[in-house]
C-alpha cells in the first residue's frame, strides 16, 4: 500500500498564477484533510472533506478551493496564487471523523514568486 | 487561533536521557493526539488519548492527560538519536487543530 501519495513535490509558481495539488489514498478512508505548514506556525487545516461528496472549511480557507473527487482522491485548488501562500502542503486522511488518528503524506513544497 | 501550543519550543538532550513535552489547549476535546515529523517529511501518529484516560503508555512514549488543566505531556524515556524530530499535539473536539511543536535534538 502506498499510503497517502501528493504530487507535486515541489512547485514554483509567480503570483497569480493558477494549480491543482493532487493528493489520492489507498487505504478506504472516508474523511480526508489539506493542511499548510508555515514555519512556527504549526499545521492549519484549510479544508477537510468528512466523505465522498462533502467538503467543509478550515481554519484558513482563503484563497484556496477543493474537490472530493471519489473516495482515494482530493485536491487542492489555488486560483491566483499569492506570496502569503508560500508554505508546505500536507494532505492527510482518516477513518470517518475527525476522532481517529490521520496518516500524512509526504507533502508539497510551493514557493509563490 | 492555535488550538494546542507545546512547550519547550526547542529541546537538547543527550542520549539515554527522557525528554517531556508539554502541550496546552483552549477548548473541550474528545481526544489529544500526539505525531512526530521528521525533518521534510510528513507527519506519523505516535499516540492517541481519549478525554476520559489520564495515561497512556506505548513502548518508550508516556502520555498523560490532565482535561481540568487543559494540558497534556509527552514522555520519551530512554531517547535515542532517532527520536530527533518535530513533536505536535493534536486535539480533537469540533474542529481539529495541530500545536505548534517541539524541536527536539537527541545528541548521541
Known amino acids: 500500500n502506498a499510503g497517502v501519495t501528493q504530487t507535486p513535490k515541489f512547485q514554483v509558481l509567480k503570483t497569480g498564477q493558477s494549480m491543482t495539488l493532487q493528493c489520492a489514498q489507498d487505504?478506504?478512508?472516508?474523511?480526508m484533510y489539506w493542511y499548510r505548514q508555515d514555519p512556527g506556525m504549526g499545521l492549519r487545516l484549510i479544508y477537510y472533506?468528512?466523505?465522498?461528496?462533502?467538503?467543509d472549511k478550515g481554519e484558513v480557507p482563503n484563497g484556496y478551493n477543493v474537490s472530493r473527487l471519489n473516495k482515494r482522491e482530493f485536491s487542492l485548488r489555488l486560483e491566483s496564487a499569492a506570496p502569503s501562500q508560500t508554505s508546505v502542503y500536507f494532505c492527510a486522511s482518516s477513518e470517518t471523523g475527525r476522532i481517529y488518528e490521520q496518516y500524512f503524506g509526504p507533502g508539497t513544497r510551493l514557493t509563490v514568486t | 487561533s492555535q488550538q494546542g501550543e507545546e512547550d519547550p519550543q526547542a529541546l537538547s538532550i543527550q542520549e539515554g536521557e527522557n525528554a517531556t513535552m508539554n502541550c496546552s489547549y483552549k477548548t473541550s476535546i474528545n481526544n489529544l493526539q500526539w505525531y512526530r515529523q521528521n525533518s521534510g517529511r510528513g507527519l506519523v501518529h505516535l499516540i492517541l488519548i481519549r478525554s476520559n484516560e489520564r495515561e497512556k503508555h506505548s513502548g518508550r512514549l508516556r502520555v498523560t492527560l490532565d482535561t481540568s488543566k487543559k494540558s497534556s505531556s509527552l514522555l520519551i524515556t530512554a531517547s535515542r538519536a532517532a527520536d530527533t524530530a518535530s513533536y505536535f499535539c493534536?486535539?480533537?473536539?469540533?474542529?481539529?487543530?495541530f500545536g505548534t511543536g517541539t524541536s527536539l535534538t537527541v545528541i548521541p
Open positions: 493534536a486535539t480533537s473536539g469540533n474542529q481539529f487543530y
Open positions: 487505504m478506504n478512508h472516508n474523511s
Open positions: 472533506s468528512a466523505s465522498e461528496g462533502t467538503t
